[in-house]
């Protein structure tokens, strides 16, 4: 019985914790993503994108397949980091009326080639109270310290943030589910 409890406790917070691939960077990925503009020199592989050059400031913009990832959202991004930059920099995902949210973070510190995942959450920013939550296209903006940036973007995913009611919503139920498990269980 403690087993199923704890299993069902298990459950009921994974599902909970779901990511949304937006995009895997390569040309052929499931979620394909196509530059429409940068200021970096880019090498496209069929599952990655390498980005590189001065970090003056620069941009990268590009479109995926429409995704639906909510929002406000907590956005995953793995790459793989060959410099030792720590500038900030931006990622936008835009909706299909331009309408944005805009998420901040800093490259991480790493040592020659080490892939590392940056999770952050949404920002205020841009038309994030009309943003639809179903992402079309996204900007990545660098912050500026005139270094060397080399990185390998390997995907970008988004997992939604559920609001407290959702929370309460499943926690009923699953007590429900119990209490309706234990009276079953105490007839027997």
Same mark, same amino acid.
């Given at each position: 019985?403690?087993?199923?409890?704890?299993?069902?406790?298990?459950?009921?917070?994974?599902?909970?914790?779901?990511?949304?691939?937006?995009?895997?960077?390569?040309?052929?990925?499931?979620?394909?993503?196509?530059?429409?503009?940068?200021?970096?020199?880019?090498?496209?592989?069929?599952?990655?994108?390498?980005?590189?050059?001065?970090?003056?400031?620069?941009?990268?913009?590009?479109?995926?397949?429409?995704?639906?990832? /909510?929002?406000? &959202? %907590?956005?995953?991004?793995? @790459? *793989?980091?060959?410099?030792?930059? +720590?500038?900030?920099? $931006?990622?936008? !995902?835009?909706?299909?009326?331009?309408?944005?949210?805009?998420?901040?973070?800093?490259?991480?510190?790493?040592?020659?080639?080490?892939?590392?995942?940056?999770?952050?959450?949404?920002?205020?920013? /841009?038309?994030? &109270? %009309?943003?639809?939550?179903? @992402? *079309?296209?996204?900007?990545?903006? +660098?912050?500026?310290? $005139?270094?060397? !940036?080399?990185?390998?973007?390997?995907?970008?995913?988004?997992?939604?943030?559920?609001?407290?009611?959702?929370?309460?919503?499943?926690?009923?139920?699953?007590?429900?589910?119990?209490?309706?498990?234990?009276?079953?269980?105490?007839?027997?």
């Amino acid at each position: 019985m403690k087993i199923k409890l704890i299993g069902l406790f298990l459950a009921f917070f994974l599902v909970l914790k779901g990511q949304t691939t937006i995009t895997g960077f390569g040309n052929g990925d499931v979620a394909p993503f196509t530059t429409t503009f940068s200021d970096f020199s880019q090498t496209q592989t069929v599952t990655a994108l390498g980005i590189s050059g001065l970090d003056n400031g620069g941009s990268l913009y590009g479109s995926f397949s429409s995704v639906f990832i /909510g929002t406000p &959202a %907590n956005l995953t991004l793995l @790459a *793989t980091q060959t410099t030792s930059l +720590t500038t900030s920099f $931006g990622i936008q !995902l835009f909706d299909s009326s331009n309408n944005s949210v805009n998420y901040n973070s800093s490259w991480v510190v790493s040592a020659s080639s080490v892939s590392y995942q940056l999770v952050f959450a949404g920002q205020d920013g /841009g038309n994030s &109270a %009309n943003f639809n939550g179903t @992402a *079309t296209h996204m900007a990545l903006t +660098t912050g500026g310290l $005139g270094g060397t !940036l080399t990185v390998n973007l390997d995907n970008l995913s988004a997992a939604a943030i559920p609001e407290p009611a959702t929370y309460a919503a499943l926690f009923g139920a699953a007590s429900l589910g119990l209490a309706f498990w234990c009276k079953r269980r105490k007839r027997s």
